[in-house]
């Protein structure tokens, strides 16, 4: 009986045993699947941390420091989240947070460029004014150490004026005024009038072309910045020469410089600048800002004209090369009948004028009999007023002098500015016939108006 | 075209022999190579005939002070000559032609 019961138990111990190892069995295969997939998962979670941690650290910054340029951006750091939504999803911050960037930088670019060209607008504006009472001042002193001061400032006030417009067509502005066209000489020598080193440039051979209106100013902006660079980057006492040469579809301004010349990286970024096609961000020009490679580039791709930087001087400097289509170039026809009909619009520099023949100059000035005086009038100083104009006003022509104006006739307008205090009153015609320059003041001096161009009245300020 | 480009940033002329109405004449045999234009533009003018200082300088639409360095340059060179004004005719005096016409009146 014992026996039976005691096998019952060994049997039933060993079923228990049995029973027991399976479930331990199963249970040991469930736990080690369990640890594995806990181990993969927090693997898996530990690397979304790192990928979430490397676009905060390195992709966003490299994102927010692209300076727009075709610099590849950091992409995931762990291969295995490729093709994963996760993934996706940090594409999508990536792609969001470039655009907001872009869309700020294109604010910031624009509001700076907006105050920039207001400030220097209004600079130009005062440098113009100021250009004015300089000549004022010029035409009024005939005291040559006075002169030599006045022309000192002038040459300042130019420079000054040509920095502001400068950075004011970098901005987005247009050149300025509207100019006749003028013989090319005259572009660049109106060009070398606004560098720091105008003695050191030397203009060679003369063709008779000139530049169509339209395109003077701008290619004046761009030689003088050309000019400036060979100047600033050759030694003071060496020339930088310029030659005008007529080539078949055009002409071409070349500029040479003794200087130290470019290596490559600088040609480089020079001919990127220099194509026009480069964005210019006025906050990344440098310390100190370079403006003029952007500036001709831009206006070079405005108005059609090309530069080149990319050839060595025979000086071992730099050869700049401003080539000019035909379609920006015109002749200046001399016109001798128009001087007779209207000796006020003789022209100061034509390019070529036939010799005025003794009735035209009679015609040219008309002087009557004593109107010249004697002995040379004494200097007027610079507190003296002048006495108004005697000789009756061109028929037309407001009289210049504010002196000579009727009692009591109100003055409409600003004042016609007065002739030179110095010049006899019978000379007032002749100069108010030939009405100064305004404006630019280094405005190259420009040929003959032909029939229908609008000539100035005299009196217009 | 500011004066500074035209004199080369000088405001003294080399001589000081002109005033607002010295005539200046061109010598029509001078070569002209090498002038600056204005310098060129000045010689066009004087070849038809002697023009005065004040003349030139309105033509060449600059500063009289400014015409004097380029004038005094052309001088220098040989260029120009100068002359002083011509004094204008002495008219006779009222009275006289007073007592001249008396005369006739009195014979007639």
Known sequence: MTDHISEVMVWCLAAVAAVVLVLLLRQHRITTTVRKRNAALEGSLRARDAELQHLVAVRLPAVADASGGPAPLPGLLDDRLAGTDYARSLQSVMELFQQAVEKAQVKADMSAKAALKASMRALQGLAHEQQLSISEMQERHDNPDVLRDLLEIDHANSQFGRRAQAIAVLCGSWPGRQRAASPLIDVVRGATSRIRDYRRVQVHSQIDIAVISRAVEPVVLAVAELLDNAARHSQPNTKVEVSLQPVHNGACVVIDDAGVGMDGQEVQRAVAWLSGRRPVDVARLGDPPQFGFPVIGMLAARYGFSVSVDTRSPYGGVRAVLFLPSALLTHLEPDVSHAQQEPAAVPAAEPRPATPSAETRLSVAPLHAGALPRTAPERPGPATTRRGSTSPPPAGCPSAAAGSRPAGRPTTGPPPPPPPPHLPAALGPLRRGAPRPLGGGDRPAHGRLRPGHPVRSCGEP | ?108
């Open chain 2, 1 to 108: 075209m500011r004066p500074y480009v035209v004199t080369d940033g000088r405001a003294h002329p080399s001589r000081n022999t002109f005033d607002l109405v010295t005539l200046v004449m061109a010598y029509g045999d001078r070569p002209l190579t090498g002038l600056s234009p204005e310098k060129r533009r000045l010689m066009e003018l004087c070849m038809g005939g002697a023009l005065s200082v004040a003349e030139v300088a309105s033509h060449l639409r600059l500063p009289v002070s400014v015409t004097k360095v380029l004038l005094s340059d052309l001088v220098d060179s040989g260029h120009i000559t100068t002359r002083s004004p011509i004094p204008s005719a002495q008219l006779p005096e009222a009275q006289l032609l007073q007592e001249v016409l008396d005369g006739l009146r009195a014979r007639l």
